[in-house]
């Protein structure tokens, strides 16, 4: 019995026991049912080579497997990896062999799955080439569930607009070109319930791995008054901040640390009063996120 099951039926029996209706029951349980649970996972890196210091490569698949396992008893909506799915190989044909097999063990999910392109995803890959090999969309992407818009972004871009491919950027020169940024305030726009934002690089106020934009993107996300958060990766590490009424929330990467004990994903609960719960497992911390 899943944790939200056990809730249920405690809730239930305290109900039943106090002489309670039928209508308060259902009332109590609609309270405590998610909107909507969306699973996240971050920071992969999978790549068959031996480990640098503190990232262990070829255990990514094991640790996914684990996350896969747990989100198929869960069963979210959907399910979207932030990033870095694979590290770089020193030729495209190898990085490719890579992320098929990523892709095999990833493709285990019962629920549908998506992608946040991560600097490591296009290091040496194209976009086209990645997106061919996954299910991914090959760039930003906006997702409807149960009354919850979902905006998936790409900062896979240099400062002159070219996207990463083949080696060409530094990865702390990460931009949303205007054409994106256009896009995102369209869908910001037309967005009717709270938004989400899914992106690999930061879009907070930490320097070293945010957006080189991230200011101006967001004031497109305060500006409309819809974004309840952000969650990102990238930094490989827990960490949290609010700006301006929207929670920023950075999850832990799976690379870091050999063995299960290392693993770190989420199970994000948005729950109907605009509040959200992230319940983190292994490393990943667990969260309250009020609505502002």
């Known amino acids: 019995m899943s944790s939200i099951s056990r809730r249920f039926f405690l809730s239930h029996s305290a109900l039943c026991l106090s002489g309670l209706g039928a209508n308060s029951l259902l009332a109590a349980d609609a309270a405590m049912e998610p909107l909507l649970r969306v699973g996240l996972m971050t920071d992969l890196h999978y790549a068959d080579k031996l480990p640098t210091k503190t990232r262990f490569y070829r255990e990514a698949l094991g640790k996914l497997d684990e996350a896969v396992a747990h989100m198929n008893r869960e069963k979210p909506a959907l399910v979207v990896e932030l990033g870095d799915f694979i590290d770089q190989a020193?030729?495209?044909?190898?990085?490719?062999?890579w992320l098929k097999t990523m892709e095999s063990h990833f493709a285990k999910l019962t629920m549908p799955r998506h992608y946040v392109l991560g600097n490591h995803c296009v290091g040496t890959l194209t976009k086209q080439e990645f997106a061919q090999h996954t299910k991914a969309s090959g760039g930003h992407a906006v997702v409807e569930a149960d009354?919850?818009?979902?905006?998936?972004?790409?900062?896979?871009?240099?400062?002159?607009?070219?996207?990463?491919?083949?080696?060409?950027?530094?990865?702390?020169?990460a931009n949303l070109p205007k054409a994106?940024?256009?896009?995102?305030e369209g869908e910001l726009g037309k967005a009717g319930g709270p938004v989400i934002v899914l992106a690999h690089q930061r879009l907070d106020e930490d320097k070293a791995h945010a957006v080189r934009n991230a200011a101006e993107v967001r004031s497109l996300l305060e500006k409309s008054g819809k974004v309840s958060a952000v969650f990102q990766g990238h930094s490989h590490k827990n960490d949290y901040q609010q700006i301006a009424g929207i929670h920023f929330t950075t999850l832990v990467a799976m690379v870091e640390g050999s063995g299960v004990e290392n693993n770190g994903y989420t199970m994000l609960d948005v729950m109907a009063d605009g509040s959200m719960r992230l319940n983190g497992f292994r490393r990943q911390v667990n969260r309250t996120l009020n609505h502002a």
């Open 147 to 173: 009354g919850v818009t979902l905006l998936i972004l790409d900062a896979c871009f240099r400062e002159d607009g070219t996207p990463y491919q083949r080696k060409n950027f530094n990865w702390q020169d």
């Open 180 to 184: 994106e940024l256009a896009w995102l």
């Open 90 to 97: 020193d030729s495209v044909e190898r990085e490719i062999e």
